[in-house]
Structures are given as structure tokens and as C-alpha cells.
């Protein structure tokens, strides 16, 4: 098991809703990226924080936004929630910026819009 | 655009018979390749990863995986499978050249028979 978790694992909301998602980092890394897994689909990247700061962003619209605090957990905010939005959300973590070093990702939440 | 594409939904094999799972990827320049194992309402799991030198990686688990730069691929193996390797297998790339995001494939389904 890796040291990053997730909360929820599981949410159900109502289409135009709007929810929150947290991950909590592994010790030592100051890098987060959430994914988005739709089924039967691979992860497709949301965006990464970097030391707070926004570094990198996917092709998702701006009522996906996210956070990353002081001591690197993260959450990921999404508004006005549709069907499609219906996936498994990853939140991974790594130590620095490095593109070789591999991420290690948290069970997800699995969220589902009604 | 970078990307990857593993070509089989589905691969079956017998457990003790050797496994390969397929992956192709396109990127500008030289990659950095990872493959991820996902077991059932579960996060992704590191396997290995290629950053450079020898092409043939090992990994957790008695994985290897095999660098093939002229045919872009980066194939994974096992010299004999468990019933346990049965999961969802998904192989990433990232670009080296400025910032660059982790792309993956759609995934492969491994199933290992008794």
C-alpha cells in the first residue's frame, strides 16, 4: 500500500451539485496530480500542484479546480456536476518535479452523479 | 500529442505459461515508460519504469518489461504467470523535453487460469 489516501471512497451526487475531494500525500513528496477514470478507460490527467502552486492542467473545463495546501494534501473541487462526470478519481503524489520519478497513487473515490 | 495505445482488451493465459502484455507509445524525443497494475476498486500500483541504459527493466512482482526504441515499445512480461498477476495492467509515458504529462493506455485485462 502506498502512504496516500483518499477521501471519500465513495459519493453520490445530484447533476448541478458540487463536490470536494481530498488526498492526503505520501510523507516527503510536494507533487499532486488527479486523474480522472471514466470505465473501461485509463486515468486521464485533471492537474498537478507543485508546492501550492498549479504547474500543469489537462483538457478538463474551469469548474474542475483544485487546492494544494501547506503540508502538500490537495483537493480537487468540481461545479456543477453532470452525468459524465461519473468516474473513479485518482489523486497521485510524487517527490519533486523530476519526470522520472514515478507517482504513486491513492485508492480514489469513486463518484457517481445522478 | 503524446500517447499510448495497448493494442488487447484482453489477454488469457495459463498459470506457469509466460505472459506479455502489449504497449506502443508515441512522444516527441525520448520517453520515460512506467506500467501500473490495477487490482478491483483499488488505486494503481507502480510496477517498473524505463528512464535509460539497459532495455530490459525489472520490476515488482518478477515483471520485466523490454525497451524497444525503433518499433516504440515497451512491452511487459513475466516468465510465469500466477493466478494472483490476474488484474488491469496499464502502461504511461511522459515526454522528456519541458513539462510533460503522464499519459496512459486504455488498459489490459490479464486473466490467469488455474
Known amino acids: 500500500e502506498t502512504g496516500v489516501t483518499q477521501s471519500p471512497t465513495h459519493l453520490i451526487k445530484t447533476r448541478g451539485q458540487q463536490v470536494t475531494l481530498r488526498c492526503s500525500s505520501q510523507s516527503g513528496h510536494n507533487t499532486v496530480s488527479w486523474y480522472q477514470q471514466a470505465l473501461g478507460q485509463g486515468p486521464q490527467f485533471i492537474f498537478q500542484?507543485?508546492?501550492?502552486?498549479?504547474?500543469g492542467r489537462g483538457n478538463f473545463p474551469p469548474r474542475f479546480s483544485g487546492l494544494q495546501f501547506p503540508n502538500y494534501s490537495s483537493e480537487l473541487n468540481v461545479n456543477a456536476l453532470e452525468l459524465d462526470d461519473s468516474a473513479l478519481y485518482l489523486c497521485a503524489s510524487s517527490s519533486g518535479q523530476t519526470d522520472s520519478t514515478e507517482a504513486f497513487f491513492g485508492q480514489g473515490t469513486r463518484l457517481t452523479v445522478v | 500529442a503524446q500517447s499510448v495505445a495497448q493494442p488487447e482488451d484482453q489477454v488469457n493465459v495459463a498459470e506457469g505459461n509466460p505472459l506479455t502484455v502489449k504497449c506502443t507509445y508515441s512522444v516527441s524525443g525520448n520517453p520515460y515508460l512506467f506500467w501500473y497494475v490495477q487490482y478491483p476498486n483499488r488505486g494503481l500500483q507502480f510496477l517498473l519504469k524505463y528512464i535509460t541504459g539497459d532495455n530490459l527493466v525489472k520490476g515488482s512482482y518478477g515483471f520485466e518489461a523490454e525497451f524497444n526504441k525503433s518499433q516504440t515499445s515497451f512491452h511487459l512480461k513475466k516468465p510465469s504467470a500466477l493466478v494472483s498477476d490476474s488484474a488491469l495492467y496499464f502502461c504511461?509515458?511522459?515526454?522528456?523535453?519541458?513539462?510533460?504529462?503522464?499519459?496512459f493506455g486504455k488498459g489490459t485485462m490479464l486473466l490467469v487460469s488455474p
Open positions: 500542484y507543485y508546492r501550492e502552486e498549479e504547474n
Open positions: 504511461a509515458v511522459r515526454g522528456r523535453s519541458g513539462y510533460s504529462t503522464l499519459t
